[in-house]
Nanobody, 124 residues
């Protein structure tokens, strides 16, 4: 059983930056592909970014490509999401997720474990 705890959310003005972190425990972190998802009010949960178990490959949603960067530190059991040039449409609850796989996944249903989420609000 893997436990995930996100942190780093908050309120920021458009054009600003935030860094989200996700701390993992209870499993062999390096065996898991990791992903970030987000869910805005009234909308479905959507894929944001994913990173392979080794950290050597990453994948991004088109809406965040060039602005967000996912990274991981397997020695610290942590994955991060650096968010730059934030827009009001990035406002959502952001979730960290883990999948026991060497392959990156983009669908929420593919992930086995989820954090509780952290709120990101971007004001215009």
């Amino acid at each position: 059983q893997v436990q995930l705890v996100e942190s780093g959310g908050g309120l920021v003005q458009a054009g600003g930056s935030l860094r989200l972190s996700c701390a993992a425990s209870g499993g062999t972190f390096s065996s898991y592909a990791m992903g970030w998802f987000r869910q805005a009010p009234g909308k479905e949960r959507e894929f944001v970014a994913a990173i392979r178990w080794s950290g050597g490959n990453t994948y991004y949603a088109d809406s965040v490509k060039g602005r967000f960067t996912i990274s991981r530190d397997n020695a610290k059991n942590m994955v991060a999401l650096q968010m730059n040039s934030l827009k009001p449409e990035d406002t959502a609850v952001y979730y960290c997720a883990a999948k026991y796989s060497i392959v990156m996944r983009t669908r929420p249903d593919d992930y086995d474990y989820w954090g509780q989420g952290t709120q990101v609000t971007v004001s215009a």
